[in-house]
């Protein structure tokens, strides 16, 4: 293209073959970041900007703490209460940072330029587009919501993804309540306006069932007290239970609630197509067709890809997945000097079994051509560091750890025998490898990889210009990309906002708490996580505003 190439060249970069080894280069590499999202900006504040130029580059220029997005449709929390403006994040980074309000819509990654678009009305003619290299790219984009292309889904359903998106939600809420007050229409039309459709039941389509629950029975029946017999509010999930990445008793116990609470929860569902007020959708078990009118409808089911993406992942050799694929290191495969964080990135890890020679004879200490269990046991605790989805694995699985269940296999395969060939060490990690899980699309692994990636950052240039290994909670190991540990996720444990006042926590090794107090955990572990004081103060404020003088439901 004829495009302008800014942040172009204070040192020739086609000399220095960028990639995460040493590159003795004169001046600082160019650093770009695509998304100010929970990825982007973890990584932000958790960089040494001064050893970088660093351009950041996103259609907003503002940070959205997406967990109270929520609460925003229903008035719990306003809408300006969850987002911080980027350019306050980096202020204090001095001009080492600099954002530009723009839509990335391409990543060249021969040239290693990225193409963006300046997506405000006010851009002046011909001058929409420019074009900016880099070293080292950051994608930190995020994902769409996937509608698995059903039909009517784009045209006639709410999203709830972007605060737009969540404040359209609660006009939307307030203009079926007032137009189902009019005096000239019959019960039908009334039920019609006031059936509210919740497609997916993971996390964020429970918590806003809930949400749109209590707004409804605590707040707008009191405003609306002749609509009461006409509000219906349903919830749709493709898969056998709703919330079913979480604890069985949390999500046996959330269907008990929401059925209590007169929402109806129709699960097996398979959704066949939307229309202008009625979602067609079928009953998996009994065939049996359903169409329901509705007067609002929100889509909240699993991840899609967004276009520029596509397109990378198209030039790389990705093409057939959803999300990039990055090695244990977020280092993007087969493209030098890139890096893929948070929703739009998934790490491909390695089989274990792959390198169980290795493995086997590394444990295999007397050279026996067996392993006693105290050998055994030893490796796996190398293995555990080595690989690091082990421990996403025992978390999942709320499993004692992964010694017990390989402790067990090889009692299995070997009984009477405290000694395990190759064979029987294979069996067992294979059986590891079936069970491993990838990481979900949360903020909390965005964050933790926007920050383990900023420690990266800062230790590959410490290294480069004072030439010694820097102190530091990361630890640096031998040569090239084993200098570094692998990313290692710390799940923390996963809330399931319920309504009512209510909440469920689930923390890794099979523990759960249900109720009104884990509302008020719920309460203080969001505040605490708020990217700043102002939006700490703000989203408080809301809360004690709600309990005494309920939800704002004005428009
Ligand atoms: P995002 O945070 O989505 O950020 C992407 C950024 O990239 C945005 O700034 C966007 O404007 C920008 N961008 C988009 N396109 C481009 C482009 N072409 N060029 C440049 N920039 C671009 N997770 C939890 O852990 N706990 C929760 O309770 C929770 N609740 C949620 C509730 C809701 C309603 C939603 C939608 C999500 C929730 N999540 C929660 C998931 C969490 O928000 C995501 O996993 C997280 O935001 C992923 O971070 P990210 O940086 O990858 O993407
Ligand atoms: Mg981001
Ligand atoms: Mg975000
Ligand atoms: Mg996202
Ligand atoms: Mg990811």
């Known amino acids: 293209t004829g495009l302008l190439v800014v942040f172009a060249d204070d040192h020739n970069t086609s000399h220095n073959p960028p990639g995460i080894s040493n590159t003795a280069g004169t001046g600082k590499k160019k650093v770009i970041v695509l998304g100010t999202g929970w990825g982007g900006m973890s990584f932000l504040k958790n960089l040494d900007s001064t050893l970088y130029d660093v351009r950041v580059v996103s259609p907003r220029n503002y940070f959205v703490f997406t967990p109270l997005l929520p609460s925003v449709t229903s008035g719990s929390v306003e809408a300006r209460s969850i987002v911080e403006p980027i350019r306050r994040i980096i202020r204090s980074k001095g001009k080492h940072v600099q954002f530009h309000e723009a839509e990335c819509i391409k990543i060249d990654a021969a040239k290693k330029v990225v193409i963006c678009k300046d997506v405000s009305k006010v851009r002046p003619k011909g001058k929409e587009e420019f074009a900016l290299q880099y070293d080292y790219l950051v994608v930190a984009v995020g994902a769409t919501t996937n509608t698995f292309g059903t039909k009517g889904v784009r045209e006639y359903c709410h999203f709830l993804k972007e605060v737009y998106d969540a404040e359209k939600i609660k006009e939307s809420i307030q203009n079926c309540f007032e137009s189902a ?85 129709k699960t097996g569902c398979r959704v066949l197509g939307v229309q202008d007020g009625a979602i067609d959708f079928k009953i998996k078990s009994s065939g049996q067709l359903v169409n329901l009118p509705y007067g609002m409808i929100v889509w909240s089911t699993g991840i899609g890809t967004r276009p520029v993406v596509s397109d990378f992942m198209n030039q790389i050799g990705q093409s057939d997945r959803r999300v990039l694929a990055t090695d244990e290191w977020l280092r993007i495969k087969n493209c030098h000097g890139t890096f893929g964080i948070g929703d739009c990135a998934s790490i491909e890890q390695r089989r274990i079994v792959e390198d169980v020679s290795y493995l086997f004879k590394l444990a295999d200490k007397s050279n026996s051509g067996s392993l006693t269990i105290e050998e055994f046991v030893e490796v796996m605790e190398q293995v ?19 010694l017990g269940l390989l402790a067990d296999a090889v009692k299995d395969g070997n009984r009477g025998s405290m000694q395990l060939d190759i064979e029987n060490f294979k069996q067992a990690i294979s059986k590891v490898d079936s069970q491993m899980k990838s990481m979900p699309a949360t903020a909390q692994v965005a964050a933790q990889q926007g920050e383990y990636l900023a420690h990266c950052f800062n230790h590959m240039a410490a290294e480069v210009h004072d030439n010694i290994a820097p102190e530091g909670p990361m630890r640096i190991r031998g040569k090239g990309r084993h200098r570094f540990q692998p990313f290692q996720y710390r799940h923390l444990g996963q809330f399931a906002p319920l309504g009512g006042e209510k909440a469920a926590y689930e923390l890794p090794g099979d523990w759960v708490s249900i109720g009104r107090s884990t509302q008020w955990l719920w309460y203080s572990v969001y505040a605490s996580k708020q990217v700043s004081w102002r939006t700490r103060t703000l989203v408080v404020f809301d809360w004690t505003k709600k309990m005494f003088f309920g939800r704002d439901s004005s428009r």
């Open 384 to 402: 555990r560091q080595r690989y690091p989805q082990i421990d996403i694995y025992m978390e999942r699985q709320h499993m004692r750890g992964v």
């Open 181 to 265: 007050s009019l005096p000239h229409l019959n019960k039908e039309d009334r039920q019609k306006l006031l059936s509210f459709v919740v497609v997916g039941g993971g996390p964020t389509g429970v918590e806003f069932a809930a949400e749109l629950h209590d707004l409804i029975y605590d707040d707008l029946l009191n405003l609306y007290p002749h609509l009461h017999n006409d509000v219906k509010i349903t919830l749709v999930q493709s898969g056998d239970h709703i919330l079913n990445t979480y604890d069985e008793r949390i999500s046996k116990y959330a269907e008990q609630k929401f059925t209590r609470e007169g929402i109806h929860v």
